[in-house]
Nanobody, 119 residues
Framework: QVQLVESGGGLVQAGESLRLSCTAS????????MGWYRQAPGIQRELVAG???????KYADSVKGRVTISRDNAKKMVYLQMNSLKPEDTAVYYC?????????????WGQGTQVTVSS
């Protein structure tokens, strides 16, 4: 069983930065894929960024160059550094995990953290 808790959301202005953090529980953290998804009202949930247990990353085209995902296996933490934020980045951001490569429905989810970017 894996439990995930996000933190770091908030209200920022366009162009500013935020770092989201996700704390994971469970003894197999090193071997699971982790990622951040987001969902805005009326928009389908999307994978923003993912990272495998070996540190291989992938990003949505909409955030490439502005977002960096990283993980600290010793601390069981995953981070999402978001720079040059845009109003369209406004959404609830969810930390997620799975034993397999991330797909549309990962096995484990956090409760979500709101990110609001004002113009």
């Amino acid at each position: 069983q894996v439990q995930l808790v996000e933190s770091g959301g908030g209200l920022v202005q366009a162009g500013e930065s935020l770092r989201l953090s996700c704390t994971a529980s469970g003894s197999i953290f090193n071997v699971i894929s982790m990622g951040w998804y987001r969902q805005a009202p009326g928009i389908q949930r999307e994978l923003v960024a993912g990272i495998t247990g070996r540190g291989i990353t992938k990003y949505a085209d909409s955030v490439k160059g502005r977002v960096t995902i990283s993980r600290d296996n010793a601390k069981k933490m995953v981070y999402l550094q978001m720079n040059s934020l845009k109003p369209e980045d406004t959404a609830v951001y969810y930390c997620a995990a799975d034993y397999n490569p991330l797909g549309p429905t990962p096995r484990y989810w956090g409760q979500g953290t709101q990110v609001t970017v004002s113009s």
